[in-house]
């Protein structure tokens, strides 16, 4: 089946987080919040207690919101790093206080296994001026996810798409060949058997579920990865229209998409994120 559509483009507008209340973690214990400690080898998060994030359009555009690094930030990574990837960082909620990011964020970078993964991640000024890790470590939040899903296809024949951002306001970047950044967000899903996005039905997988549940849809991990170090949720949860669950219904699977490069919450059209080379997409068996 294929999935063709345009190119994703960022939408223009800014967005405000909600979300469940601070959670002070210690260490080796499940939370929302992960802990980077100074020079450690990677991040805590719990899937089981990072809940859905509304997302509401705001009225202002993203663009609105200037994103500050400090020389600390740019000796670690560079600045040909940070004006290819700062792209995909969205300045929703500040990582630190959980707070609407409005008028300014300061990006952060944080080492995750020497220094070659760095996790970058935006924050208030007044909560964390852009700096790389303190020697004291330092506590983030879970990033916000954006989440949608439509059907597409003719009747008897109609595919379910859902399209995740799961890392908004944090993006891992790996030196690569040639001392060059690349985004690593997605590779955990890589490793799930996900594959780049070519417009085409990606093919399936087991390690990932689906289960729509009245009107609520949920995308679920249900493989090991041990080793990485990408504070992401592994469940995601969206409501879905009567409409659109009757034709999901239909359906013995579905197609996921995961992106760092846009808000799905806002897309009009999802297709895009099927034939994009920075997405990587799966098909997934669906329950009920």
Known sequence: MVVMGASLDHPAVLLQRFGPPLVRVAPHSAATKHRIDHGSMGAMWNEQDQQLVRIEAHGKKLQD???NASEQVVDLVGQRCLNRWATNLFPLACQTCRAPLVESADISADELSGRDKVLLSLHHAECRVSST???EGVDLWAATTSTAVTVVGDPGDELALIVINPSCEQLLVQKGAFGRWRNATLDMFIDLGFKASTGTFPGMTDTVEAQL????????VVADLPGHTVPVSRSWSL???????RKIARS???AVAMTTKTLPTLLSDLTPAFNDPEAVSIGVPLTR
Not at 213 to 220: A, I, S
Not at 239 to 245: A, G, I, L, M
Request: net charge negative; charged share 35%.
């Open 252 to 254: 013995s699977y579905v």
């Open 133 to 135: 890790t303190p020697e």
């Open 213 to 220: 549940d009245g009107n609520r849809m949920t995308v679920k």
């Open 65 to 67: 919101c200037s994103l």
């Open 239 to 245: 409501s879905v229209e009567e409409e659109t669950r």
